[in-house]
């Protein structure tokens, strides 16, 4: 697998954003739906990140949007056959990364109460629960949470 930052509005991207959506918009309420569009999603404050397999194929995706003060993760997807591998740590950790590297300290998300194992994955990355952020409200269907960057070393 390989993981490299790339534009969100190329065709195959484009249907792993639609994957997402087809996914979670059974779920929960219209209003508990946060998702940020491909036009958003290709501003100069976002970075975004795509995982492709062998053959070139984009199997997982992910964004940061910086913020003032914060980066929010966005629209983190793996294909349901390539879960189980990695891709989605390794990608987080890109994302953080580069993130990072551009002053961004601390990281927050807002994922749905069912998202079981993205849950547990933003935890075992070092996320904590915490309350609503920017412009989100308290939401029985939304869970936020927060992650401080280790500090630089030298």
Sequence with gaps: MRIALEPADQPDVLALI???????MPLYPLESHHGIDIAALSAPNVIFAVARDAAGRAVACGAI????GYGEL??????????GQGLARAL??????????RGCRDFM??????QHEAIAL?????YCRRG???????????VFMHKRAPEATS
């Design 18 to 24: 639609e994957a997402l959506d087809a996914y979670q």
């Design 65 to 68: 949007v910086l913020e003032a």
């Design 74 to 83: 966005k629209r983190m997807f793996t294909r349901p056959e390539c879960r």
């Design 92 to 101: 987080l950790q890109r994302l953080e990364t580069e993130a990072a590297s």
């Design 109 to 114: 998300l807002e994922t749905g109460y069912l």
């Design 122 to 126: 933003y935890e075992r990355l070092g």
């Design 132 to 142: 609503p952020f920017g412009p989100y409200t308290e939401d029985p269907n939304s």
